[in-house]
């Protein structure tokens, strides 16, 4: 035992290195094992998607060489373009005004003196809400209302979870928010207006970019509420609606390629505002 | 933007009003249905009733609660089986590449719902890819009915949650001292004793936030039920969206509604307990 | 001090680098029986890397670690028999008190019996038994600084390691805690290696001491030796005050700079600083030695330090003289300075760029 560690000592620093590489490499690898196989599980089926969407047979039966074929088809689907027009109105609409009232919120709900519960509970409802519960809830109180329902009551449902989901990024940006440079504004003699726009308003902007393109994310995907308050006919159809309908009883090669269109709509539009967030950060 | 007394109000009132409008009188409004009856063609008859409680209580649809429940369990449990080891390799991995770990491991959970759901319809189908590759490996049997099944339905509810559950893990996890665990190791337990006693204990309340958020999302689910157990699989989420949009019995629906809203709030009341009962590593961890 | 103990703990030649930063660069220290020793030095210096190595948290990249005569470098932290006392205290949050201090025993799977007794034992010694079934979050600064010790001591490690343990406390009672350690660690007889980089809590608690800077040892003994004798111009400025003329050494044994001409004993020709505390200088009447005004005046109770302008040196010079009775003194007052070499440290070469 003594004559091991002596050898090991005499051969100095190489000899320590390496052991202490292997034991690192040891230790990191059923962590990496882990995420390999969770990273596998979550993007696998994803993966699988992307490439049949340019296989030119469709089928996931066998590969039949690369094509855009689907995608071309697409471009011919009245359904589908107006159904991604509709979309698109709808998620712009209930971003801008969500992207508003959510960030006055969260500046109401940072600059009070004291937390109220209520509004805690009120702002955080939304998020935690099934949305089945909220989409019959709208439903019914349009009906109630006597409405016609089309994309203006689904952008109304859809300001109410977006909102609360500004709200919150924002506020993640206010709490570590230094007041004191308001203050230091106001004594430099800035008036209230001027303080918020030259020096508030700047500081919170990632953050308020960065909620926006959530809230246009979760729009543009949202499918169970816009699906209840649509109301009857096809000419409010959403993105979301006319994929459910179409994948309701199988698998269609059209679907492919608009499933990879939509996820590398989201995906891009997450970066950006993962982006914003982390240059906030520093 | 000083600080005095009517401008935070202020500017709270437009959102306020928004969400009590859209959301409290919309949900109050079809509460208030649950106690009413269904008139003949499918109206409301506003005569004051509990019946649609006691229908909710009725071993018919109580069995579909308690189905739902069971699925939505097993979907829980699952999701943080994956989900636990996943987060903690994550808040073990080098302190530079966390967060881009954690942005890969959430980001599926932003794309489409729907298309994430049917991304598994694609692999499970009995042309699919799963029962294609069993072909090529030499399967000669029938192909496997893999979708339409109760763990095609737990099966799409864990893959379309997984990332929430790590993401909640995860943030307990990385809030946590690290000379928590070395204080564990340094008085004498090696790392699998450290784990059991120190951070798992620890990293409990993201745990139960993770599960709670899964179950009350799963219970309430319709769209996975209906695409990959093909309407066979009967769950609270289905019953509620038949009630409203194929039987109109809305009172019913709005009776099953509610039932689902108390389950959620008492989840999130226990787990809010429980958060409080282990609250003293947050204050610690930020010391 | 004293040559014919062996060293409990012998720190030989050890180095940490993180890939090409060095952290610790071949650092030599024997630590002695019940002693209690400072690892001391400016943020950065590799103290902290070295107790984490002495801990294991760290594995030396060259180097040995010995315990009693036995290389401990490779022994994961569970393994060693010394206790670690966290600088955030890492007290469990969801245990009590109590849970806290039976948390080390319970690894070593003693009888609980055994357990009780030892941890009522220190409770009662550490003055925590109140606070038994008390949650960490319910203590005050002081009271969990007490419970992390209390954690480490009832194993009755070798030696104790203390990372910045009073780094959280207000002055006050980090003065009181300061001696309270000190007779904890003769009550115990157990050895303390504490980390710091206060050095008047080195100097007040350390029978010896380290000093490292930029991951080198720059001087090991007591806190008199070092006080008195630096070893250079860095450790003379980071422990108390210190005044350095900047000059040189003639021929015939004379320091020279402006306006002072100072008889030294032992010194090489050439440039040299020469560096004197405040405390060596006394004020004498015009004419005599150094001339200087007074620029500053700072009264700090039982005495008072004037900063004096002179020839000789950039920064006035700190001269420490009684608050109460002799001369008073004011701003701007011409006086002259007498430096006693005996008692002063001359550094060769001299210049700011000599040391820090």
Redesign the interface.
Known sequence: MTGDTATATVAGTPVAARAAGAGAFRRKLPGRVVLLLVFGFLYLPIAVLVMLSFNDSGLPTAWSGFSTRWYSALLGNSDILHAAWNTLVVAIFATLVSTILGTLLALGMETRRRKSNGLEALAFAPMVIPDIVLAVALLTFFSRLGLTMGLHTIIVSHVVFDLAFVCSVVRARLKNFDFSIVEASRDLGASGWTTFWRVTFPVLLPSIVAGALLAFTLSVDEFIIAFFTAGAGRSSITLPMQIYSMIRFGITPEVNALATIVMGVSATALLISQWLNKEQVR | MSFNATRPNLLAAPGVAWLATFMVVPCLLVLSYAFFQRGVWGGIEYTFTLENFARVADPLYAKIFLNSARIALTTTAIAILIAYPAAYAISRAPRMRQPILLFFAVLPFWSNYLIRTYAWMVLLNREGLINNMLRSFGYTGEPLSLLYTEAAVITGLVYNYLPFVILAIYSTLSRLNPELMEASRDLGAGPVRTFFRVTLPLSLPGVAAGGVFVFVLSIGNFVTPALLGGGRFQMVGNLVYDQFLTANDWPFGAALGAALIVTMIVLLFVQARATARASGESREAQA | MNAETSPILRIESV?KNFGPVVAVDGVSIDVLENEFFALLGPSGCGKTTLLRML???E????G?ILLEGR?IS?L???KRPL??M???Y?????MTVRQNLC??LE??RLDKAEIRRRVDETMATTDLTQFADR???QLSGGQKQRVALA??LV?RPKVLLLDEPLGALDKKLREKMQLELKRMQNEAGITFVIVTHDQEEALVMADRMAILKDGRLLQCGSPEEIYEAPADRFVANFIGVMNFIDGRVTEDRVFEAEGLRLAVVNARPGPATLAARPENIAVGAPGERLAGTIADIAYHGLDRVLHVKTPAAPVPLQVRVPAQGGTAYQVGDALSLKIDPARCRLFAGGGAGAGG
């Open positions: 180095a801990a294991g948290f594995t030396p990249s060259a040995r290389d490779p994961p932290p569970e206790n670690l966290f600088q955030s890492a007290l469990f949050p969801h948390y080390g690894m070593e949650k960490p979050e954690r480490a194993k």
